[in-house]
Nanobody, 120 residues
Framework: QVQLVESGGGLVQAGGSLRLSCAAS????????MGWYRQAPGKQRELVAT???????NYGDSVKGRFTISRDNAKNTVNLQMNSLKPEDTAVYYC??????????????WGQGTQVTVSS
């Protein structure tokens, strides 16, 4: 069984920084794309950033230039460095990974979510 475990959320003042981490564990053949999504109260879940196994990145427009996603393929981890945080970044952040679990099957997995709160 595959699990994604997140860490690093918390409360920070506007302009501050936080770093989120997520580790994938369990029976996996290969970890494909990994990423972060977020959901604020009353809003739909939205893309924050994704990174492929080769290191190609993609960012949501609202975080470009402020957030940086990275990964360690050897450890099956993905990180999100968040700088210049704004109150509108407040949300529950979810880790996501597309994982090949057998030769013929791959599935999307989600972490339990970690709260990020940015005060003004």
């Amino acid at each position: 069984q595959v699990q994604l475990v997140e860490s690093g959320g918390g409360l920070v003042q506007a302009g501050g920084s936080l770093r989120l981490s997520c580790a994938a564990s369990g029976k996996m053949l290969r970890v494909n794309d990994m990423g972060w999504y977020r959901q604020a109260p009353g809003k739909q879940r939205e893309l924050v950033a994704t990174i492929s196994s080769s290191g190609s990145t993609n960012y949501g427009d609202s975080v470009k230039g402020r957030f940086t996603i990275s990964r360690d393929n050897a450890k099956n981890t993905v990180n999100l460095q968040m700088n210049s945080l704004k109150p509108e970044d407040t949300a529950v952040y979810y880790c996501n990974a597309n994982i090949r679990i057998t030769l013929w099957a791959r599935e999307d997995y989600w972490g339990q979510g970690t709260q990020v709160t940015v005060s003004s």
